[in-house]
């Protein structure tokens, strides 16, 4: 039933790992999202992928690379993880411009 | 370049009493849309409204209202007879009609809401 799933929920990882969250939406929809909020609840979008193609790349360390395999999946990887990079990074979809975004349950990333 | 300010970083009030909350907006497009989203203290993050820039009418869903006022570049939220369970983030965003855009968020008001 969940419409844009991210998994883990939670990731605690020492400084230095090499992590992944992954993100599935089951909504049809064509363009997926990777936002970061930080601890003072900014949101900030970081990747965006429209079927496939990465049409949206904020200005964000290499470290991060996002991967999509198909429109229904977009996943995050993140190389060499630092202190900075904690944070809430939530996956998001939607159907078309200007349309809502559903967003997923937020992945808690601490790295210690 | 597009950008959404919520000035009310925090906002307390008591069960049962009415709150606003402000949004301005900045964008030299003529053509966009207006979102509010609510980040309740679990943590997700929940669609309220939609508004497109070329529909001014204010909109009431319960005791949710939403004035948009191009004239001001504003969209505020106004909660009647606010609740506990209304204690949450509220953000306000903003998107262009134009491909290869994505939600730009304001900073978002924290409202606390006592019984």
């Known amino acids: 039933d969940t419409a844009v799933s991210q998994t883990p929920k939670y990731l605690v990882t020492q400084m230095g790992n090499d992590k992944s969250i992954k993100c599935e939406q089951n909504l049809g929809h064509d363009t997926m999202y990777w936002y970061k909020q930080d601890s003072k609840k900014f949101l900030k979008i970081m990747f965006s992928y429209n079927n496939k193609e990465l049409i949206i790349n904020e200005t964000v360390p290499n470290r991060f690379s996002p991967k999509s395999p198909d429109k229904a999946h977009l996943n995050l990887h993140i190389n060499s993880l630092e202190l900075g990079d904690s944070a809430v990074y939530f996956c998001a979809s939607s159907q078309e411009q200007g349309a809502g975004y559903t967003f997923g349950s937020g992945t808690r990333l601490t790295v210690v | 370049a597009q950008k959404v300010t919520q000035a009310q970083t925090e906002i307390s009030v008591v069960e049962k009493e009415d709150v606003t909350l402000d949004c301005v907006y900045e964008t030299r497009d003529t053509t966009y849309y207006l979102f509010w989203y609510k980040q309740p203290p679990s943590g997700e993050l929940v669609f309220l409204i939609r508004?497109?820039?070329?529909?001014?009418q204010n909109e009431i869903s319960g005791r949710y209202s939403w004035n948009f006022q191009k004239s001001t570049s504003s969209f505020n939220f106004t909660i009647t007879a606010s609740q506990v369970v209304d204690s949450a983030v509220y953000f306000c965003a903003l998107i262009l009609n134009q491909a290869g855009t994505a939600l730009i968020f304001g900073k978002g008001t924290t409202l606390s809401v006592s019984s």
């Open positions: 508004r497109n820039s070329f529909d001014e």
